[in-house]
């Protein structure tokens, strides 16, 4: 779940910030993008159930990275 922003972008068909995205298993790439004119931005990534903690911090590390380049 990706929570309290306001210009964060998720290319996932109808998601809105704030909901659930289950996956029932594997692995699944979810692209997301600062949509704001300017600046960077903050959010809040929530996981529950993740069975790699270690992946769930790198995955979590790399798109605060990306977003505070763009």
Not at 17 to 34: A, D, H, L
Not at 39 to 62: E, I, P, Q, R, V
Request: charged share 15%; hydrophobic share 45%; glycine share 12%.
């Amino acid at each position: 779940m990706f929570d309290n922003t306001s210009f964060l972008g998720v290319e996932e068909e109808d998601y809105m910030i704030g909901e659930v995205i289950t996956i029932e298993g594997g692995q699944r790439e979810i692209t997301i993008y600062n949509g704001a004119d300017t600046g960077s931005l903050t959010f809040l990534l929530s996981f529950s159930g993740a069975h790699n903690s270690l992946g769930a911090l790198a995955l979590a590390a790399t798109a605060a990275t990306l977003i505070n380049l763009f």
